[in-house]
């Protein structure tokens, strides 16, 4: 991914991206992809390791233990146009987050595909867990279905394209359109902006 130095994010900044922005595709060498939420573990490496599985019907999986994958995660974007910056002339662009994880891909064992498919459940819906997870060994039949897996993360890139480098009159007119809106996508990166022109101001 094509990052200039202004608009990369830290490490902290990818992971927050990515535990909000958690459905990724994740492609192999082969080009194949699939796309899946995956459970980002922050404690575990360096840069820190994506959970996730596959429908064992997608034979995808079939050819990636011990192989490398990239998981692509999209955050916010939305259309700019230059009718809104105080500078001119000036073109029309896109701007967005995204995240690009790349590793390689270790298949779990049944019995810690299951202990991740709970895991699952209490990220996304703990209620569900609470009144189904525990009965009628629900977990092992979800489990005989799925592949669980997980991406050791070696290398980790994040960019913001925010517009953040033009002048402060162009991004308060970029932020004024922005927040009104109707498009929850444009009103995440609005919020984007301001979080991330915070920090930069703060050092």
Same mark, same amino acid.
């Given at each position: 991914?094509?990052?200039?130095?202004?608009?990369? %994010?830290?490490?902290?900044?990818?992971?927050?991206?990515?535990?909000?922005?958690?459905?990724?595709?994740?492609?192999?060498?082969?080009?194949?992809?699939?796309?899946?939420?995956?459970? %980002? =573990?922050?404690? =575990?490496? =360096?840069?820190?390791?994506?959970?996730?599985?596959?429908?064992?019907?997608?034979?995808?999986? #079939?050819?990636?233990? /011990?192989?490398?994958?990239?998981?692509?995660?999209?955050?916010?974007?939305?259309?700019?146009?230059?009718?809104?910056?105080?500078? #001119?002339?000036?073109?029309?662009?896109?701007?967005?987050?995204?995240?690009?994880?790349? /590793?390689?891909?270790?298949?779990?064992?049944?019995?810690?595909?299951?202990?991740?498919?709970?895991?699952?459940?209490?990220?996304?819906?703990?209620?569900?867990?609470?009144?189904?997870?525990?009965?009628?060994?629900?977990?092992?039949?979800? @489990?005989?279905?799925?592949?669980?897996?997980?991406?050791?993360?070696?290398? %980790?890139? /994040?960019?913001?394209?925010?517009?953040? @480098?033009?002048?402060?009159?162009?991004?308060?007119?970029?932020?004024?359109?922005?927040?009104?809106?109707?498009?929850?996508?444009?009103?995440?990166?609005?919020?984007?902006?301001?979080? %991330?022109?915070?920090?930069?101001?703060?050092?």
């Amino acid at each position: 991914m094509y990052i200039p130095p202004s608009m990369r %994010l830290d490490r902290e900044q990818a992971w927050e991206l990515i535990e909000r922005h958690d459905f990724a595709a994740l492609v192999d060498a082969s080009l194949s992809a699939t796309h899946l939420p995956l459970i %980002l =573990e922050r404690s =575990e490496g =360096e840069l820190g390791t994506l959970y996730g599985h596959f429908a064992r019907a997608n034979p995808q999986w #079939r050819t990636l233990n /011990g192989n490398r994958a990239l998981a692509i995660f999209s955050g916010p974007h939305a259309y700019i146009s230059p009718s809104w910056y105080a500078t #001119r002339p000036a073109v029309p662009t896109w701007n967005y987050l995204a995240v690009h994880a790349t /590793g390689s891909i270790e298949l779990l064992r049944d019995e810690d595909t299951q202990t991740l498919l709970g895991r699952s459940l209490a990220h996304f819906e703990p209620a569900l867990l609470d009144s189904l997870g525990r009965e009628h060994d629900y977990l092992s039949k979800m @489990q005989a279905g799925v592949v669980g897996f997980r991406l050791r993360i070696e290398s %980790l890139e /994040g960019k913001a394209k925010l517009g953040l @480098q033009r002048s402060r009159a162009d991004q308060e007119g970029v932020e004024a359109a922005l927040a009104k809106s109707i498009d929850s996508q444009a009103r995440e990166l609005w919020r984007y902006m301001q979080k %991330l022109a915070k920090e930069e101001q703060q050092g």
